[in-house]
C-alpha cells in the first residue's frame, strides 16, 4: 500500500528528477575518451607482446615491464571505458572498487604467500628436525 | 517491547516514511551492477590466485612455453579490445537516439566476442586434442578453470547482447533499454579488464617460467 503511495509522486517527478540525476548517476563516455582508451589500450598491449616475443629484455626486466603496463591498462579501461571517478553514485562505485582492491590484494598475495612457503617447506630432502 | 519501539510517544503509529524519498525506477541499477562487478572481480582473483600457486605444477606434463602460441593469443586480445571499442561506438550512438546504429555497432560487437569465443575454443580444442587436458596436471586445471570462466563470462555476456538487440529492435531506446544496455557496457569492459590480467599473467608470464 506504500507502494503504491510513492508510486504517484515518483511518476509525476521521474522525468525531472531523471534529468537531474543523469550526470552525476551515469558518466558517459565520449568519443574522445572512448579513442583515447583504445589507442592507449592498444599501445599498451603491443608492447608487453613484442617484449615477450623478442625477448629484447632479461627475464626479470620483462616481468616487471609487462606488469607495469598490465596496471597501466586497467586504470585507461577504468578510465575510459567504464568512466569511474570520485563522483559517480556519490562516490559509492569508488568505494566499492576499493574496497574490492584491498580484498584482492589480501587474497592474492596473501595466497601465493603461504602457498609458496609451504611448497618450499614440504620439498623432499628438506629436513625439518634441522631447523632451529 | 517492540510496541514501544514502533510507536510515538503519542501512541499513534509511526512509519518512517521520512527515509523513503521519491526513488526513480533504476535509479540504482548502476550501482548494484558495479558492486555485483566487484564480486565476480573477487571470483576471478580467486582463480588468479589458485593459478598463480599451481601454475608451475607441471606434473612432468607440458609447460606454457609447449602450449602456448602467442600470435594467437594477441589475435584473440585484438578481437576483445575492438569489441570493447564498438560497443563503445554504440553507447555513443544511444546517446543520440539512433536504434539503427546501436543495432549495427551491437551486431558488430558480437562478431567481434563469437570471434573472440571461436579462437579461444579452437586454441582449447588444440591443447586438448595434444593430450594437455584438465586433469593432465595442476597447472593445466587452474589453467582451464581461470580462462574458461572468463570464456563462460563472454558466452553469457554474448547471450545478453543478442537479448537486448531483440529488446532495441521491439521497443527501441526506452529508458530500460538504455539502462540494459548500461549494464552490459559495464559487464563487457570488465571482461577486457580480466582479460589484460589473463594474457599478462597466464600467457605472458608463462611463456617467461
Known sequence: MSSTADAAPAATHSHGHSHSHEHAA???????????????????????????????????????????????????HMICFLHMNMKSEGGWSMMALLFTLILVVIALSGSLWVMYHLNTNMMPGHDMSQMP | MSDTALTTPQGAPLFHLADEHEHE?????????????????LIFAILFATFGVL???????????????????????????????????????????????????????????????????????????EG????????????????????????????WLVTLMVQVKKRGLIAA???????????WHFLDVIWIGVFTFVYLMGMLR
Not at chain 1, 45 to 71: E, H, N, R, Y
Not at chain 2, 177 to 187: D, E, K, P, T
Open chain 2, 25 to 41: 525506477e533504476g535509479g540504482s541499477t548502476a550501482l548494484g551492477f558495479w558492486i555485483y562487478l566487484m564480486s565476480d572481480c
Open chain 1, 26 to 76: 551515469h558518466p558517459q563516455g565520449t568519443l574522445k575518451s572512448y579513442a583515447i582508451g583504445f589507442v592507449l589500450s592498444v599501445i599498451l598491449t603491443a608492447i608487453p607482446f613484442w617484449l615477450v616475443m623478442s625477448g629484447a629484455l632479461p627475464m626479470q626486466a620483462t616481468a616487471i615491464t609487462i606488469i607495469g603496463f598490465a596496471v597501466a591498462q586497467i586504470l585507461v
Open chain 2, 177 to 187: 533499454n538504455q539502462r540494459r544496455l548500461s549494464c552490459l557496457s559495464m559487464f
Open chain 2, 55 to 129: 601454475g608451475g605444477s607441471y606434473a612432468a606434463g607440458p609447460s606454457p612455453k609447449d602450449l602456448f602460441d602467442l600470435p594467437l593469443v594477441a589475435l584473440n586480445t585484438s578481437m576483445l579490445l575492438l569489441s570493447s571499442i564498438t560497443y563503445g561506438f554504440a553507447m555513443l550512438a544511444m546517446q543520440r537516439g539512433r536504434s539503427g546504429q546501436v543495432q549495427a555497432w551491437l551486431a558488430v560487437t558480437g562478431l567481434f566476442g563469437l570471434a573472440f569465443l571461436s579462437i579461444e575454443l579452437y586454441e582449447f580444442a588444440h591443447m586438448i586434442h
Open chain 2, 132 to 159: 594437455a587436458t584438465p586433469q593432465r596436471s595442476a597447472f593445466l586445471s587452474s589453467f582451464f578453470t581461470l580462462v574458461g570462466t572468463h570464456g563462460l563470462h563472454v558466452t553469457f555476456g554474448l547471450i
